[in-house]
């Protein structure tokens, strides 16, 4: 199948109760022909599905899941996502009234249980009360257990359908027909509280949990609120509000004090600070004017100002920021395949044991091992929780990325968490990364009669994709503009073109050379100067002299030299690579405190380096902003594009830092390094929890002490299991990072 074909979709997924669901949807639409890739996750309930359109369609997806037993929501239109919610929704109320209702039925039936169970008459009452509990407000176990049973699955709810119908059945017959078993020496029990109280437990247990996966996605909440429904356009100078759906690119926008920006665009009068820390996490307001960006979701402060719209819908960055982070908390860790393939056999082989241990009380306890091993059967069947299995690894993963969007750090995936507690080396660009990215010129000497040159100069640069040409260009901006001809960027080194019968040439010092232009000895002279003062040069010439040396200076970001030492602390060996001259690379080098550099670094280089670095053992993350960075982006075991960086960085990227703050590179690994450990405590415990749960619901204390644990409390058990998974990962939250 040709990838660039595909298209890639989300959809809510219904019906789903337990990770072996979504293993069965999982495994459905993998297998339908033109389907690259899909995957299905149990925490958000979505599946994320690639596929070839030539071969299959939304109601070829929807299709098959239905034929599953369950549904796709195949609307991916602007309100798919807010019905996915109300249905989300609707099913949470539905959850609460049942569980509600459960549990005042069984409290009576658990009390006359536990205080009255020698007085005959009561059993009835037991009968009675338990009756709408099993079969009124259970029934879609036993719906779903019958739906799974069609298509030749099961699933959680089997393993409560069957428990319980098997707990209900023997005790309705033991009340009809109490003599069947006194003529065989054997006393009858009934066990109507076991199955209305597991009802009313699991029930609870699937409330809780319902509640605390709302918990895990409220980060993506959070962004999808910060769209306004309403803005306010200009139109032949008067004011109209009309809904978001209704603004079209080039349509004026004005903002008034405290509201938010409804779409991206850029400011045409008036000015304000706008707050941005929803998107970047920073908490400093920015102050914009004329020409300035302004994004969707920001809030405007105390100024008004008009803007113009030129991006909107799923354009905005906060709709792709939004996608970015579902994207990423739907996406699985490696280590989820080994989970996916249990909670597959899970439930088969639950019932199995159930099954074994049944049989095997029979022959080991001639006397009560009936009535001991049935008890036996229907613990294990409700002990055993593949839910916890399945809820261990997406809800750490929508927390942690969640977190990390929330400060300003957009992780691509699942994987890239498990690769970031890995990293031992850190490769950082320079310019944008370290510094600034806004250099300024602050010196420059032409040479005596070439002045006129300038115009030569300007209008080179202007064609340049570097980002010292923009400094340039700004303290020539009065020049007039001139046709340039044979124009050329020579990666790394600069830019030339054709002026007349005249080739000029702007760039490093290895430009001139590699042309063999001359350059006069003051000249010269006063490069080296401003080069021992750390200052970066532009160097000017036609084929056979240098015309001009143009010295610029960029700023060290405030947080660089502290971000560095902690990544060091760390045990993280920190190296800059730079295209820039060797005596500047130290002096940055030595300012920030780092001991490995390299100068004089062209874009392919960078990706080499990094090769040879990973060729003696090393895990390498490279962090860069600009287009010559993606090929070492691409190279590295985990790539950080700086947000204000360009496109292709940003597309490259395992992971963005919208704010460009170097700290944020520290804080996304110990983000990384907290969320996979919160996934394998979650799967220790879960692993655990099965381990020992399911040998103690056999019955294996019992030839030691007489101890068989009671289905009730095996119920409470398997319920707490799969709520303490997802409030283990709601502990994230909380962390520092």
Same mark, same amino acid.
């Given at each position: 199948? #040709?990838?660039?074909?595909?298209?890639?979709?989300?959809?809510?997924?219904?019906?789903?109760?337990?990770?072996?669901?979504?293993?069965?949807?999982? /495994?459905?639409?993998?297998?339908?022909?033109?389907?690259?890739?899909?995957?299905?996750?149990?925490?958000?309930?979505?599946?994320?599905?690639?596929?070839?359109?030539?071969?299959?369609?939304?109601?070829?997806?929807?299709?098959?899941?239905?034929?599953?037993?369950?549904?796709? *929501?195949?609307?991916?239109?602007?309100?798919?996502?807010?019905?996915?919610?109300?249905?989300?929704?609707?099913?949470?109320? /539905?959850?609460?009234?049942?569980?509600?209702?459960?549990?005042?039925?069984?409290?009576?039936?658990?009390?006359?249980?536990?205080?009255?169970?020698?007085?005959?008459?009561?059993?009835?009452? @037991?009968?009675?009360?338990?009756?709408?509990?099993?079969?009124?407000?259970?029934?879609?176990?036993?719906?779903?257990?019958?739906?799974?049973?069609?298509?030749?699955?099961?699933?959680?709810?089997?393993?409560?359908?069957?428990?319980?119908?098997? !707990?209900?059945?023997?005790?309705?017959?033991?009340?009809?027909?109490?003599?069947?078993?006194?003529?065989?020496?054997? #006393?009858?029990?009934?066990?109507?509280?076991?199955?209305?109280?597991?009802?009313?437990?699991?029930?609870?247990?699937?409330?809780?949990?319902?509640?605390?996966?709302?918990?895990?996605?409220?980060?993506?909440?959070?962004?999808?609120?910060?769209?306004?429904?309403?803005?306010?356009?200009?139109?032949?100078?008067?004011?109209?509000?009309?809904? $978001?759906?209704?603004?079209?690119?080039?349509?004026?926008?004005?903002?008034?004090?405290?509201?938010?920006?409804?779409?991206?665009?850029?400011?045409?009068?008036?000015? =304000?600070?706008?707050?941005?820390?929803?998107?970047?996490?920073?908490?400093?307001?920015?102050?914009?004017? =004329?020409?300035?960006?302004?994004?969707?979701?920001?809030?405007?402060?105390?100024?008004?100002?008009?803007?113009?719209?030129?991006?909107?819908?799923?354009?905005?960055?906060?709709?792709?920021?939004?996608?970015?982070?579902?994207?990423?908390?739907?996406?699985?860790?490696?280590?989820?395949?080994?989970?996916?393939?249990?909670?597959?056999?899970?439930?088969? !082989?639950?019932? =199995?044991?159930?099954?074994?241990?049944?049989?095997?009380?029979?022959?080991?306890?001639?006397?009560?091992?009936?009535?001991?091993?049935?008890?036996?059967?229907?613990?294990?069947?409700? $002990?055993?929780?593949?839910?916890?299995?399945?809820?261990?690894?997406?809800?750490?993963?929508?927390?942690?990325?969640?977190?990390?969007?929330?400060?300003?750090?957009?992780?691509?995936? !699942?994987?890239?968490?498990?690769?970031?507690?890995?990293?031992?080396?850190?490769?950082?660009?320079?310019?944008?990364?370290?510094?600034?990215?806004?250099?300024?010129?602050?010196?420059?000497?032409?040479?005596?009669?070439?002045?006129?040159?300038?115009?030569? *100069?300007?209008?080179?640069?202007?064609? =340049?994709?570097?980002?010292?040409?923009?400094?340039?260009?700004?303290?020539?901006?009065?020049?007039?503009?001139?046709?340039?001809?044979?124009?050329?960027?020579?990666?790394?080194?600069?830019?030339?073109?054709?002026?007349?019968?005249?080739?000029?040439?702007?760039?490093?010092?290895?430009?001139?050379?590699?042309?063999?232009?001359?350059?006069?000895?003051?000249?010269?002279?006063?490069?080296?100067?401003?080069?021992?003062?750390?200052?970066?040069?532009?160097?000017?010439?036609?084929?056979?002299?240098?015309?001009?040396?143009?010295?610029?200076?960029?700023?060290?970001?405030?947080?660089?030299?502290?971000?560095?030492?902690?990544?060091?602390?760390?045990?993280?060996?920190?190296?800059?690579?730079?295209?820039?001259?060797?005596?500047?690379?130290?002096?940055?080098?030595?300012?920030?405190?780092?001991?490995?550099?390299? !100068?004089?670094?062209?874009?392919?280089?960078?990706?080499?380096?990094?090769?040879?670095?990973?060729?003696?053992?090393?895990?390498?993350?490279?962090?860069?902003?600009?287009?010559?960075?993606?090929?070492?982006?691409?190279?590295?075991?985990?790539?950080?594009?700086?947000?204000?960086?360009?496109?292709?960085?940003?597309?490259?990227?395992?992971?963005?830092?919208?704010?460009?703050?170097?700290?944020?590179?520290? #804080?996304?690994?110990?983000?990384?390094?907290?969320? $996979?450990?919160?996934?394998?405590?979650?799967?220790?415990?879960?692993?655990?929890?099965?381990?020992?749960?399911?040998?103690?619901?056999?019955?294996?204390?019992?030839?030691?002490?007489?101890?068989?644990?009671?289905?009730?409390?095996?119920?409470?058990?398997?319920?707490?299991?799969?709520?303490?998974?997802? @409030?283990?990962?709601?502990?994230?939250?909380?962390?520092?990072?």
């Amino acid at each position: 199948m #040709e990838k660039g074909k595909n298209i890639k979709n989300t959809y809510p997924v219904l019906g789903m109760s337990c990770a072996s669901c979504a293993a069965r949807v999982d /495994k459905t639409l993998n297998g339908l022909p033109g389907v690259y890739q899909a995957t299905v996750n149990y925490a958000t309930a979505v599946a994320q599905v690639e596929y070839n359109p030539e071969i299959c369609s939304d109601a070829t997806l929807q299709s098959a899941v239905q034929d599953a037993g369950y549904d796709l *929501l195949v609307d991916t239109g602007e309100d798919a996502a807010d019905k996915a919610e109300e249905i989300r929704l609707t099913r949470y109320r /539905k959850i609460k009234r049942r569980t509600v209702a459960a549990l005042l039925l069984s409290l009576p039936v658990m009390v006359i249980s536990m205080f009255f169970e020698d007085i005959s008459s009561l059993k009835y009452v @037991l009968w009675i009360l338990a009756t709408p509990v099993v079969f009124g407000l259970g029934r879609e176990f036993y719906i779903n257990a019958w739906r799974q049973l069609k298509h030749g699955t099961s699933n959680m709810d089997t393993l409560v359908a069957v428990s319980t119908g098997i !707990a209900y059945t023997f005790s309705v017959f033991n009340l009809l027909f109490p003599d069947f078993w006194f003529s065989r020496g054997i #006393e009858p029990h009934i066990y109507f509280e076991a199955a209305s109280v597991i009802i009313a437990f699991i029930l609870l247990g699937r409330l809780l949990e319902e509640r605390a996966k709302q918990n895990t996605s409220s980060a993506i909440k959070k962004l999808i609120g910060l769209q306004p429904k309403t803005v306010i356009i200009i139109v032949d100078s008067d004011e109209r509000t009309v809904p $978001i759906t209704a603004v079209q690119k080039g349509d004026t926008i004005l903002v008034k004090p405290g509201e938010r920006i409804a779409v991206d665009g850029v400011v045409v009068t008036g000015e =304000s600070y706008v707050d941005e820390s929803m998107l970047n996490g920073e908490p400093v307001p920015m102050h914009k004017q =004329s020409g300035e960006k302004v994004f969707a979701g920001t809030i405007n402060q105390k100024g008004t100002f008009r803007f113009i719209a030129d991006k909107i819908g799923s354009d905005t960055m906060l709709a792709q920021i939004i996608r970015m982070v579902q994207d990423a908390q739907g996406s699985k860790a490696p280590v989820q395949k080994l989970v996916d393939r249990i909670a597959r056999f899970f439930v088969p !082989a639950i019932i =199995s044991i159930s099954i074994i241990a049944f049989v095997a009380w029979i022959f080991l306890a001639p006397t009560n091992g009936f009535t001991n091993g049935l008890l036996a059967m229907v613990t294990v069947l409700i $002990i055993a929780c593949p839910c916890a299995l399945g809820l261990a690894t997406p809800t750490a993963i929508m927390v942690g990325i969640g977190k990390g969007a929330e400060k300003g750090i957009l992780i691509k995936d !699942a994987q890239s968490l498990e690769i970031a507690p890995k990293i031992d080396t850190i490769i950082l660009d320079k310019t944008g990364t370290i510094t600034a990215g806004h250099p300024i010129v602050i010196e420059s000497l032409w040479e005596n009669g070439f002045e006129h040159s300038r115009k030569i *100069l300007y209008s080179l640069e202007k064609l =340049s994709e570097h980002p010292l040409s923009d400094a340039v260009v700004n303290t020539l901006q009065n020049e007039k503009e001139i046709s340039i001809d044979k124009f050329e960027n020579v990666p790394g080194k600069g830019v030339k073109g054709v002026v007349g019968s005249q080739t000029y040439y702007a760039g490093s010092l290895s430009l001139l050379n590699d042309n063999h232009i001359t350059i006069a000895s003051h000249l010269q002279e006063l490069a080296n100067k401003w080069t021992q003062e750390a200052k970066t040069l532009v160097w000017f010439a036609d084929s056979t002299q240098a015309i001009a040396a143009i010295a610029l200076t960029d700023e060290i970001k405030q947080t660089s030299a502290q971000a560095i030492s902690q990544l060091q602390e760390m045990g993280v060996e920190v190296h800059m690579l730079t295209g820039d001259n060797a005596i500047s690379a130290q002096a940055i080098s030595r300012k920030v405190g780092i001991n490995h550099y390299k !100068a004089g670094v062209l874009p392919n280089e960078k990706a080499q380096f990094i090769k040879e670095l990973q060729a003696n053992g090393k895990k390498v993350g490279m962090v860069g902003d600009g287009i010559n960075d993606s090929a070492a982006l691409a190279q590295a075991n985990l790539s950080i594009a700086m947000g204000q960086g360009s496109d292709i960085a940003v597309d490259t990227a395992m992971a963005t830092i919208l704010s460009s703050d170097l700290l944020k590179i520290p #804080e996304t690994i110990r983000l990384s390094q907290l969320t $996979i450990k919160t996934i394998y405590q979650n799967l220790f415990w879960a692993f655990i929890y099965n381990l020992i749960g399911i040998p103690i619901a056999a019955g294996i204390f019992y030839s030691v002490n007489g101890f068989l644990l009671n289905p009730m409390w095996a119920s409470a058990a398997m319920a707490f299991s799969s709520v303490s998974v997802v @409030l283990n990962s709601l502990r994230l939250k909380r962390k520092r990072i």
